[in-house]
């Protein structure tokens, strides 16, 4: 017996749908790198990526995306989840384990049909971010 | 919706919790008390402490296991969040003492005064009391329901929280409690106490933010990260208690070197900020950090807990349990028991294990039966079997793969090199066709990719319906093909895609001082985070679950659904389960109508 059930609207509207989760966040971000010509980066990119974050220029992108300080090194449960997830569905990974670069195992296909996922303007402002997350990577190279 | 803020909502609903949980409960004066346990024997609890164990607060932690349905599969593993939290508190004061014994040593004092410990510890004792019903199972629901969304928007010192921290968070932070605990528990220096600053402090260290010290005399704020760290950290006394005591009770032969890890941790200090024009110090940090004679302490730890998941967490029969239970919960969304996510705070395990009895009807429109007819399968066992099972060896390969093509176009290359001017271009076409090669290569490397958008949708659970219909109303086709009559419906199926395992994180975070003095990560000092990525992708497993006389239309149901999805399986995904002879028998009898998997 019943004391009264919702719609499937209700019910599915009661959780959350973020713009861009943290997971899409990499998908998209690695498919816009792709694009530019990038095919590899650092694995660990944390802190170029927090410093993008910090200029407060992009944060409907980074909603999902926390960093923490422990006062020695920042990191980000998100990064680091969202890079395992990447690793294990073979989107990124290394070749050489030794190698503090990771390979992004992307094609032109796969990037397309990522990018065709998400509304025009949050693919635009990733592109944005991907070309000054490359700049930031290149000028920590030298 | 009202125009009170999500925090304010929140916190009235923890009050009223609090409220309810500590009616008429009068704490009794007592003395200090040992407890033994099985994994760290006779531990002492101070008065106050014990005054707060046997509060009702604590006490409901009976009533919720430390590993959810595990002990469906591990029948011994019934301990339950209670004995981790005193186990924590003891850990914590462990942790707190070697540090202090070190710095006896060095200075002749202890770095952590006594009323630090007596803090650690409370915040040890507390740190899960905002867990609900079957633990992190309950926390995948209420943790992604929009109203939870709203409080994270709200107070940012929660976004990096887990749902159940915050919980404990608002529980030692609302009125009700503070106020039971001022005037009811003998805290020491309890008079003088601030509870407003103190819970503050405490709830800080559970959910994993620093607290922060103002020095009026030299203008100086001093960050004691330490006692944060030792609550939750990268390696925290929560994570040496439980990954212990997991594997112990449900009977594994998992361990690390509890002793040497602890002789190995120590508190450092990192001047933050200086102001340059005073030449002062106007940020120092006092952070936890691990001696490299430490690390294999450390990689022995990350080890068992990359284990756990192997063994427990992500067992198979784990995973099918809980995708059942995962009805149970959203029937009770459905019917409104479970509307807002402070509700879960009101049911232990064996109030959800009593739904048995319950005859309400969650969802109508797809299905039948009761919340008592699902939760019974949990009850007496009858969990659903794996009809599909998800990983790299199971899907097809790209065309086009290949180690002779890589070949063959690195010897094209090859033959380019020493023209002058082409040196860079042709390492740029090694590397490209590595990375292509190892997108295409069978095996791990590529076959997943065309997973993943699966699996990231997966993470939203109207996606995940979408498929689990899907797959029924294939099933459905399939037996009216044959002439088998549909007498299943949706909830006969299940689809779990669990999280991928991440053991990096820990690694890239935890402080490590090698010879010198100097501090880096743990990922610089040892390559355990890529052999943990590989380790992991190489186990991890999606399944498809169904009634055990399903199995075959399920399998080829599912294959076709993902298939359409662009995920293809090889032979693999129907050869590598027990009923494969019936699946083939089906598959063949199909044929006949033609009706194909993959078209």
Known sequence: MNTGWMTDDEYYGLFRKPTLASGDFFRLLFAQLHLMGIHSIPRDFTAALYKLESSGQYDSLFA??????????????????????????????????????????????????????????????????????????????? | ??????????????????????????????????????????????????????????????????????????????HSRFEHALGVAHLASEMAGRINQKSIQDRGVPFISDKEVYKLRLAALLHDVGHCFYSHLSESVYGRMAEFGRLLAEVPKFKDAKPHEVFSYLIVNCKTFKQFFKEKICYPDAVRLDPDGFFEEVGHMIIGKANEYRYEIDRRILKKSYMTHIINGAFDADKLDYIKRDSHIAGLALTYDIERFLYKIEVRSEISEVDREEGRVTLENQHLAISVSGVTALEELTFSKLMLYNYIYYHQKVLAAESVMRDVIHGLVRLKKLSHPCDFLGYSDADIERLADCNEVPDERNSSRSIGDIARQITYRRLPKRCLIINSGNLQDEPGSGIDALFRRVDDIAGEYGKPGTEEELKL?????????FYREPGLTSRLKRFQRIYFKSRDIYETDLIRKQVYEEMCVICRLTGRTVDFDMYDLQISIPKVVNISKEAFSIPIVVPGGEIRKFSEVVALSDWADSFSAGKWNAYAFCRADLVAAANIAARKV???LGVVFNGGASRNLKNSAEIQALESELAVHGYTVQG
């Not at chain 2, 076409?429 to 090669?437: G, K, N, V």
């Open chain 2, 429 to 437: 076409q090694i590397m490209r066709l590595m990375a292509d090669f």
């Open chain 2, 1 to 78: 919706m009202s125009n009170i803020s999500a925090f304010e909502d929140f916190s009235c609903r923890i009050d009223g919790y609090v409220s309810r949980m500590l009616d008429g409960f009068q704490p009794q004066p007592c003395a200090n008390k040992v407890i033994h346990d099985p994994i760290w024997g006779s531990v002492l609890y101070y008065s106050w402490e014990i005054q707060l164990i046997d509060s009702p607060l604590l006490q409901r932690l009976r009533g919720i296991d430390q590993l959810g349905l595990a002990s469906l599969t591990y029948p011994s593993a019934r």
């Open chain 2, 562 to 564: 993902f298939g359409g």
């Open chain 1, 64 to 142: 999902e995306i926390h960093f923490r300080d422990n006062g020695v090194f920042v990191f980000s449960d998100e990064v680091e989840d969202s890079m395992a997830e990447m690793q294990t569905l073979r989107l990124a990974g290394k070749t050489d384990p030794a190698s503090p670069v990771m390979n992004l195992y992307f094609d032109p296909i796969t990037s397309e049909e990522i990018l065709r996922e998400f509304p025009q303007d949050i693919a635009d402002a990733m592109g944005n971010l991907a070309a000054e997350l490359a700049a930031e990577l290149e000028t920590d190279k030298k």
